[in-house]
């Protein structure tokens, strides 16, 4: 039975005030503890506080510590307003934990009454409990203000109101939905007074804050001298795992787990407990293979740049305890439920992309709050490692000992020249001290002007009440101000708002040209018409500007560069450059950017009249253009450009780049050529991690309710063959990925690939001919062959010679069975043969 079945029946009319004095308080309070208790969960006395003064109508600020059970108020707090028939929003800063509570109240609460809205799709859109991102929040309340069916708004992980580009979403709701009851929780705050006051006047509402600095597992913390493999170590026998070792980059993480190999982590029958719960979990090459040596070991990794898969396994292997060391970054610093006893922070400073800093408290809370959680741990501990001229001072002074003389002649090491440091001084500060004041971040933009103007009503005093009524200084809200206006007369001047006598509207036909969430779509339909339907390159030239408009994966571009500049290097040191010019030249060589020319020129011309778009800039580059142009695998790109601690990264491009494609490109611009390339890209995502698509599909399809799946035994991938266009696709690159490398005579890559044998006739070709093409006729359909039976194909890929004999080859033959068992393409017999 969920719990929605415990509840009193909200009021029949749907139109009962917030403050609805029929709603039966003790009914739903004993419907909610009683679920509870049944869970074996007895509230803590903040809870209890908070629930109550939810069940009054009162809005509240819930600071309390990490593992205090904030999630259990906010499921009080969404039956409440079941209850009382409102319509509640739950809104989290990453979408992994919209995703993860999405599921948990449906668990709760029933499938029925549970949605979910994210940035591409929705599901249940409708439902009386959403689950959503801060930001389709803020867009909504943007839109709609107090006409907004929004009764009460949860908001988790609330410090992201203090985030620089985020932090506007967490503080428009509290502006734009006065009708709303406010629940605000996080277990960093700090002073919390002047959202109290500020909510109690919007709302009407008291408001209470409720905040306990007790948590129901205790914390200790460590100052450690000792090397970091030795404070593992000591930990690991005291019974202190598992432990998440917390680096500020990704290589430091891995590099630290890979050096824990050495040590005994988990014994053999924990070991095998690993071995048995993986089962056949298919783990990729690369960082897969990596991954797969290390919990085995009983050591994860954890951080941003991991297939998603890969996250979802170290996290449940970690939820059954039997992963006793984490290495990783703090991105399990952000509400996902992980139990970890001791926390270790290699650093107390990080780079935050501008510069090296000493963490801030709030930063240093939200990492150690992860340490002991309750039902798993009577105590948590935090270990600061110092640094390192601290550690070996001290081993140093450690081998001096007692004797006076030895201690006198210690050489002690200072810090590095230059570099941001940290002493047992910052240690303590950073203990004692209360988080920060969040402070706010509001801005303006041309969609948040839209959006209001479109809004019913007065549009002005409401433009007016959102710049003059937030939370900046005077100073800054005329700064805000300013821009408004400006951004304002750039609509008119682009037409696409009026300002008549009857009030500022926006034109009715916008809509057409744009695309609120999206801005640069619609410059994307505007380009296609630019683009030469008859060029040979016209396919990836459509791919190109979508490319554009799609986030920089600044490590795919950065490595794209790296490699670029190195061969610049190698052609320049072989024409003689001297080292000076080419220095002075490596500055103009960057990463590949296909119709650089033309893309700025036609955003220049798009923003004359959509002046929004302005605010995000087109971006010329090159990945899913640059995969296909070098037919290579998933693996073997990220494998050529060294991205294997960034294969997370890599895969979410390519999903954006999909569904943009999918999404984005009319039916008017799409070609055969384009379709396989759609179909390739698809299928390359869902063979390397099916559950980014998997999801986004489900979400697209109304009539689906998302199934969460079991992280160990994550869904296998639609058999290889089954898209017979996409699969047919993979075998075509598959041989012109052999046409190019032998084009450029790399004859050890084509050995590794098949053998020596296959080869062995390619010095013959080359006396026979100069070169091999590569461009868009050698790679079109007419030098493609295919002679298909039920278990295999028999191929072949003719070469594009410079006299155009085309009596060169590549021929294989594809088993159909191995792939499909093998999730990637099986080739056998491939050799360079002359017809």
Same mark, same amino acid.
């Given at each position: 039975?969920?719990?929605?079945?415990?509840?009193?029946?909200?009021?029949?009319?749907?139109?009962?005030?917030?403050?609805?004095?029929?709603?039966?308080?003790?009914?739903?309070?004993?419907?909610?503890?009683?679920?509870?208790?049944?869970?074996?969960?007895?509230?803590?006395?903040?809870?209890?506080?908070?629930?109550?003064?939810?069940?009054?109508?009162?809005?509240?600020?819930?600071? #309390?510590?990490?593992?205090?059970?904030?999630?259990?108020?906010?499921?009080?707090?969404?039956? !409440?307003?079941?209850?009382?028939?409102?319509?509640?929003?739950?809104?989290?800063?990453?979408?992994?934990?919209?995703?993860?509570?999405?599921?948990?109240?449906?668990?709760?609460?029933?499938?029925?009454?549970? %949605?979910?809205?994210?940035?591409?799709?929705?599901?249940?859109?409708?439902?009386?409990?959403?689950?959503?991102?801060? @930001?389709?929040?803020?867009?909504?309340?943007?839109? @709609?203000?107090?006409?907004?069916?929004?009764?009460?708004?949860?908001?988790?992980?609330?410090?992201?109101?203090?985030?620089?580009?985020?932090?506007?979403?967490?503080?428009?709701?509290?502006?734009?939905?006065?009708?709303?009851?406010?629940?605000?929780?996080?277990? #960093?705050?700090?002073?919390?007074?002047?959202?109290?006051?500020?909510?109690?006047?919007?709302?009407?509402?008291?408001?209470?804050?409720?905040?306990?600095?007790?948590?129901?597992?205790?914390?200790?913390?460590?100052?450690?001298?000792?090397?970091?493999?030795?404070?593992?170590?000591?930990?690991? #026998?005291?019974?202190?795992?598992?432990?998440?070792?917390?680096?500020?980059?990704?290589?430091?993480?891995?590099?630290?787990?890979?050096?824990?190999?050495?040590?005994?982590?988990?014994?053999?029958?924990?070991?095998?407990?690993?071995?048995?719960?993986?089962?056949?979990?298919?783990?990729?090459?690369?960082?897969?293979?990596?991954?797969?040596?290390?919990?085995?070991?009983?050591?994860?990794?954890?951080?941003?740049?991991?297939?998603?898969?890969?996250?979802?396994?170290?996290?449940?292997?970690?939820?059954?305890?039997?992963?006793?060391?984490?290495?990783?970054?703090?991105?399990?610093?952000? %509400?996902?439920?992980?139990?970890?006893?001791?926390?270790?922070? #290699?650093?107390?400073?990080?780079?935050?992309?501008?510069?090296?800093?000493?963490?801030?408290?709030?930063?240093?809370?939200?990492?150690?709050?992860?340490?002991?959680?309750?039902? &798993?741990? !009577?105590?948590?501990?935090?270990?600061?490692?110092?640094?390192?001229?601290?550690?070996?001072?001290?081993?140093?002074?450690?081998?001096?000992?007692?004797?006076?003389?030895?201690?006198?002649?210690?050489?002690?090491?200072?810090?590095?020249? %230059?570099?941001?440091?940290?002493?047992?001084?910052?240690?303590?500060?950073? *203990?004692?001290?209360?988080?920060?004041?969040?402070?706010?971040?509001?801005?303006?933009?041309?969609?948040?002007?839209?959006?209001?103007?479109?809004?019913?009503?007065?549009?002005?005093?409401?433009?007016?009440?959102?710049?003059?009524?937030?939370?900046?200084?005077?100073?800054?809200?005329?700064?805000?101000?300013?821009?408004?206006?400006?951004?304002?007369?750039?609509?008119?001047?682009?037409?696409?708002?009026?300002?008549?006598?009857?009030?500022?509207?926006?034109?009715?036909?916008?809509?057409?040209?744009?695309?609120?969430?999206?801005?640069?779509?619609?410059?994307?339909?505007?380009?296609?018409? $630019?683009?030469?339907?008859?060029?040979?390159?016209?396919?990836?030239?459509?791919?190109?500007?979508?490319?554009?408009?799609?986030?920089?994966?600044?490590?795919?571009?950065?490595?794209?560069?790296?490699?670029?500049?190195?061969?610049?290097?190698?052609?320049?040191?072989?024409?003689?450059?001297? &080292?000076?010019?080419?220095?002075?030249?490596?500055?103009?060589? !960057?990463?590949?950017?296909?119709?650089?020319?033309?893309?700025?020129?036609?955003?220049?011309?798009?923003?004359?009249?959509?002046?929004?778009?302005?605010? !995000?800039?087109?971006?010329?580059?090159?990945?899913?253009?640059?995969?296909?142009?070098?037919?290579?695998?998933?693996?073997? &790109?990220?494998?050529?450009?060294?991205?294997?601690?960034? +294969?997370?990264?890599?895969?979410?491009?390519?999903?954006?780049?999909?569904?943009?494609?999918?999404?984005?490109?009319?039916?008017?611009?799409? $070609?055969? +050529?384009?379709?396989?390339?759609?179909?390739?890209?698809?299928?390359? *995502?869902?063979?390397?991690?099916?559950?980014?698509?998997?999801?986004?599909?489900?979400?697209?399809?109304?009539?689906?309710?998302?199934?969460?799946?079991?992280?160990?035994?994550?869904?296998?991938?639609?058999?290889?063959?089954?898209?017979?266009?996409?699969?047919?696709?993979?075998?075509?690159?598959?041989?012109?990925?052999?046409?190019?490398?032998?084009?450029?005579?790399?004859?050890?890559?084509?050995?590794?690939?098949?053998?020596?044998?296959?080869?062995?006739?390619?010095?013959?070709?080359?006396?026979?001919?100069?070169?091999?093409?590569?461009?868009?006729?050698?790679?079109?359909?007419?030098?493609?062959?295919?002679?298909?039976?039920?278990?295999?194909?028999?191929?072949?890929?003719?070469?594009?010679?410079?006299?155009?004999?085309?009596?060169?080859?590549?021929?294989?033959? *594809?088993?159909?069975?191995?792939?499909?068992?093998?999730?990637?393409?099986?080739?056998?017999?491939?050799?360079?043969?002359?017809?």
């Amino acid at each position: 039975m969920s719990l929605t079945d415990l509840l009193p029946r909200p009021p029949v009319d749907g139109d009962a005030p917030h403050l609805d004095a029929d709603l039966d308080t003790d009914a739903v309070y004993d419907a909610v503890t009683g679920w509870a208790a049944d869970q074996g969960i007895t509230l803590y006395p903040a809870q209890d506080e908070a629930f109550l003064e939810v069940l009054t109508g009162s809005n509240v600020i819930l600071s #309390t510590p990490t593992g205090s059970g904030k999630s259990l108020v906010a499921l009080a707090a969404h039956a !409440t307003a079941l209850a009382r028939g409102d319509r509640t929003f739950y809104t989290a800063p990453i979408k992994a934990l919209v995703s993860e509570k999405f599921f948990a109240l449906c668990d709760v609460f029933g499938p029925e009454n549970v %949605g979910m809205l994210t940035g591409d799709a929705s599901v249940n859109r409708d439902a009386p409990v959403i689950c959503c991102t801060a @930001e389709i929040l803020a867009n909504l309340a943007l839109r @709609e203000g107090r006409a907004a069916d929004v009764g009460q708004v949860v908001m988790d992980e609330f410090h992201f109101y203090a985030e620089p580009d985020r932090g506007w979403a967490w503080q428009v709701p509290l502006i734009e939905l006065p009708q709303a009851q406010f629940l605000l929780m996080s277990a #960093t705050l700090g002073d919390v007074a002047f959202f109290r006051d500020d909510l109690t006047r919007r709302t009407g509402r008291d408001t209470a804050v409720v905040s306990s600095m007790e948590r129901p597992v205790p914390l200790s913390y460590e100052w450690a001298e000792t090397p970091l493999h030795e404070t593992l170590e000591e930990l690991l #026998t005291t019974n202190q795992a598992p432990v998440y070792v917390v680096h500020f980059t990704q290589a430091a993480a891995l590099e630290r787990a890979q050096a824990l190999t050495s040590v005994n982590v988990a014994t053999r029958e924990e070991r095998d407990r690993i071995a048995e719960l993986i089962g056949a979990f298919r783990f990729g090459t690369g960082f897969g293979k990596t991954l797969s040596r290390l919990v085995k070991h009983g050591i994860g990794v954890h951080h941003a740049g991991m297939l998603p898969k890969y996250r979802r396994l170290v996290e449940t292997l970690a939820q059954a305890g039997l992963l006793k060391v984490i290495c990783g970054t703090d991105t399990l610093g952000v %509400g996902i439920n992980v139990p970890i006893r001791t926390v270790v922070l #290699t650093a107390l400073t990080k780079y935050d992309g501008r510069r090296q800093r000493v963490l801030k408290a709030r930063e240093f809370h939200q990492i150690a709050g992860r340490a002991g959680r309750a039902g &798993y741990d !009577t105590a948590g501990h935090v270990v600061v490692q110092a640094p390192d001229h601290v550690v070996e001072n001290a081993r140093l002074v450690k081998k001096a000992g007692d004797d006076p003389k030895k201690l006198k002649r210690v050489q002690r090491k200072k810090a590095p020249e %230059g570099q941001v440091t940290w002493s047992e001084a910052t240690f303590d500060r950073l *203990v004692a001290a209360e988080p920060e004041a969040l402070v706010s971040r509001m801005r303006v933009t041309h969609a948040m002007l839209l959006n209001v103007l479109q809004r019913d009503g007065d549009a002005f005093a409401s433009m007016h009440h959102l710049l003059r009524d937030n939370h900046e200084d005077g100073r800054a809200q005329v700064r805000l101000v300013r821009r408004a206006v400006a951004q304002y007369r750039s609509l008119i001047t682009a037409g696409v708002v009026s300002g008549g006598e009857d009030g500022c509207r926006v034109v009715e036909d916008v809509g057409d040209r744009l695309a609120l969430n999206q801005p640069l779509s619609t410059y994307a339909l505007a380009t296609f018409d $630019t683009l030469d339907p008859e060029a040979a390159t016209y396919a990836l030239d459509v791919v190109s500007v979508i490319e554009s408009t799609l986030d920089d994966p600044r490590q795919v571009l950065l490595a794209q560069q790296f490699r670029a500049r190195g061969e610049a290097v190698a052609e320049m040191k072989a024409d003689g450059v001297e &080292y000076d010019e080419r220095m002075e030249l490596l500055d103009d060589v !960057t990463w590949p950017k296909p119709l650089e020319e033309l893309l700025t020129a036609t955003f220049e011309m798009y923003a004359r009249t959509h002046p929004w778009i302005a605010e !995000t800039p087109v971006s010329p580059k090159s990945v899913v253009r640059d995969m296909w142009e070098q037919a290579m695998t998933f693996q073997e &790109y990220v494998a050529a450009y060294g991205l294997s601690r960034s +294969e997370g990264l890599v895969l979410r491009y390519l999903s954006d780049a999909y569904r943009a494609l999918r999404q984005t490109v009319p039916d008017r611009v799409r $070609t055969d +050529e384009l379709d396989d390339l759609v179909e390739w890209l698809g299928a390359v *995502v869902r063979q390397t991690d099916s559950s980014l698509l998997d999801e986004w599909e489900q979400l697209t399809d109304p009539s689906a309710v998302p199934v969460q799946q079991d992280p160990l035994r994550p869904p296998e991938p639609s058999l290889l063959t089954a898209n017979k266009r996409a699969f047919t696709v993979l075998v075509r690159n598959a041989l012109f990925r052999r046409v190019e490398l032998a084009a450029l005579r790399q004859v050890e890559e084509l050995v590794e690939l098949d053998g020596e044998e296959a080869w062995e006739l390619l010095d013959d070709y080359f006396a026979e001919h100069a070169d091999v093409g590569t461009g868009p006729d050698a790679r079109g359909p007419g030098l493609f062959v295919v002679d298909e039976t039920t278990l295999t194909w028999d191929v072949a890929q003719i070469l594009d010679d410079p006299e155009g004999n085309h009596d060169w080859r590549v021929t294989a033959t *594809v088993d159909l069975a191995a792939s499909d068992a093998e999730g990637e393409l099986v080739l056998r017999d491939v050799r360079l043969a002359l017809l």
